[in-house]
T-cell receptor, first 110, second 117 residues
């Protein structure tokens, strides 16, 4: 069966520091991968998606970037965090007609 | 532009009764509609989906209804249980011409369901 791992679960980072969140998927090949963010009191917003290694599409302009160095690995990064980057970040993979999510990372930028 | 909307921020229901969660959409090109359940500090859990060519899908206590002409779908939970208390998100896949949505989900804002014992 397929599983998705996301870490860390929580992170507190100072403004201006770098960020790296990692997500890996097991039990499937060539999945579509996604990064979503849930800001406080809001729904889930798609940040990035990837249909293959090295292929990244950004949905909204922002201070973040994503990379897919391996088929089942998806990384969310920032060179310098802003206060507005605080939120709950979710990695997901898609089987075409549904998406399955990791447990999320609570990022607090202070 | 909010293409998927859940206009009720919250819903309170008595245990054993029916919970009806509503969702409206604007993009007629969506292919699939999904419902997710989310607890605080956890990722959303997939509950049930429906293809745009169907009008009903049932899985145990959960039934999703789709009214394409009204661009409206609903999730019925019956009987409701206290463990159903969570945030429920409606989501849609598709919406792009030529099948280029790549499985991206467009989410509603969520509805907080509280089931009282």
């Amino acid at each position: 069966s397929q599983t998705i791992h996301q870490w860390p679960a929580t992170l507190v980072q100072p403004v201006g520091s770098p960020l790296s969140l990692e997500c890996t998927v097991e039990g499937t090949s060539n999945p579509n991968l996604y990064w979503y963010r849930q800001a406080a009191g809001r729904g889930l917003q798609l940040l990035f998606y990837s249909v293959g290694i090295g292929q990244i599409s950004s949905e909204v302009p922002q201070n973040l970037s994503a990379s897919r160095p391996q088929d089942r690995q998806f990384i969310l990064s920032s060179k310098k965090l802003l206060l507005s980057d605080s939120g709950f970040y979710l990695c997901a993979w898609s089987a075409g007609t549904a998406a399955f999510f990791g447990q999320g990372t609570r990022l607090t930028v202070v | 532009d909010q293409q998927v909307k859940q206009n009720s921020p919250s819903l309170s229901v008595q245990e054993g009764r029916i919970s009806i969660l509503n969702c409206d959409y604007t993009n007629s090109m969506f292919d699939y509609f999904l419902w997710y359940k989310k607890y605080p500090a956890e990722g959303p859990t997939f509950l049930i989906s429906i293809s745009s060519i169907k009008d009903k899908n049932e899985d145990g206590r959960f039934t999703v209804f789709l009214n394409k002409s009204a661009k409206h779908l609903s999730l019925h939970i019956v009987p409701s249980q206290p463990g159903d208390s969570a945030v429920y998100f409606c989501a849609a896949i598709g919406g792009n011409a030529g099948g280029t949505s790549y499985g991206k989900l467009t989410f509603g804002q969520g509805t907080i369901l509280t089931v009282h014992p």
